[in-house]
């Protein structure tokens, strides 16, 4: 996909299995959302074919996909009931059952005092409670998430992320579109990752370390941990416990047993554990190799 003589999403091809919890991820300006509206027939592609169920998506499908756009396109004036109903009326339900989703619907999300309130009078959170709410109301086979906490507090964040798995449950396949790495962790079974809107790394979450290569060493000791840059990098330093990734031909054995001879330090226990995806993220983005 190219605007111009900007490339913005290059040479890039993916499955999203049905059932999926599919975490489409990269940093501001890796090319998502460009890959998401192409998807939808928002953005003609400069080359290439997308497919939804094996066709071009059409507005007419619009019953089976819910798409939360990064951006609000709610009608602020409106109240919110109104509004859930006009958006569920438009994806097929008829009124009086959209009324009695949506009311049940704000009754979930601790919003029920706020249906005959207008979208502009409510907090950016509460409106993004209300856009999810449009999003998923007729209960859509394929949900589209772009950025869907954005705006939200830790626990409003949890409440969204189970709304989620509540839907997975009951069979929709999901598209999150994010760069929250914890909520990836969490939530997806299968990923893409982009930068520059090449594709860097693609599986399942288990695939996707694997292929990575590198792992760390969790120590937890008393005493002081010494410093040695030959052997490896300490990522994450507690009190009494750290995270060291080993230099690249450096083994396991030579790290503990520098560790274990350490005047100053006594080694209570340690394991050998898999990178977080925030981990893969941050070095995918420092580096830039292609992994997978």
Not at 83 to 108: C, D, K, N, P, W
Not at 118 to 130: D, F, H, I, W
Not at 196 to 215: D, H, I, S, W
Not at 266 to 272: D, P
Request: contains cysteine; charged residues 25%.
């Amino acid at each position: 996909m190219a605007f111009g003589e900007h490339r913005v999403v290059n040479d890039l091809s993916f499955e999203v299995n049905k059932g999926d919890v599919f975490g489409l991820l990269g940093a501001n300006g890796a090319g998502k959302t460009t890959t998401i509206r192409t998807l939808l027939a928002l953005l003609e592609p400069t080359s290439g074919t997308l497919l939804v169920d094996g066709e071009r998506y059409q507005p007419a499908r619009s019953a089976d996909v819910g798409y939360l756009p990064e951006e609000r396109g709610l009608y602020r004036n409106e109240t919110v009931l109104d509004t859930m109903i006009y958006f569920g009326v438009l994806h097929g339900l008829a009124q009086s059952e959209a009324r009695a989703r949506a009311v049940r619907y704000l009754e979930r999300v601790g919003l029920p005092d706020k249906a005959e309130e207008t979208l502009l009078s409510l907090s950016g959170g509460q409106q993004q409670k209300v856009q999810l709410g449009v999003t998923i109301l007729h209960e859509p086979a394929l949900m589209i998430l772009d950025e869907p906490t954005e705006a939200l507090d830790p626990v409003n964040r949890s409440l969204l992320m189970n709304i989620i798995n509540e839907r997975r449950d009951q069979g929709a396949t999901i598209i999150l579109v994010t760069h929250r790495m914890e909520e990836v962790e969490q939530l997806c079974n299968r990923i893409l990752l982009l930068k520059n809107g090449e594709r860097q790394l693609y599986g399942t979450v288990p695939e996707v370390k694997a292929k990575f290569g590198t792992k760390l060493l969790a120590v937890k000791f008393t005493g002081q941990l010494p410093k040695n840059p030959a052997l490896y990098e300490v990522t994450k330093a507690l009190p009494q416990s750290a995270e060291l990734k080993w230099r690249p031909g450096v083994e396991t054995d030579q790290v503990l047993k520098f560790l274990a001879n350490a005047p100053d330090l006594h080694l209570n226990a340690f394991s050998v554990e898999q990178p977080s995806l925030n981990d893969i993220f941050i070095e995918l983005y420092q580096t830039g190799g292609e992994h997978g």
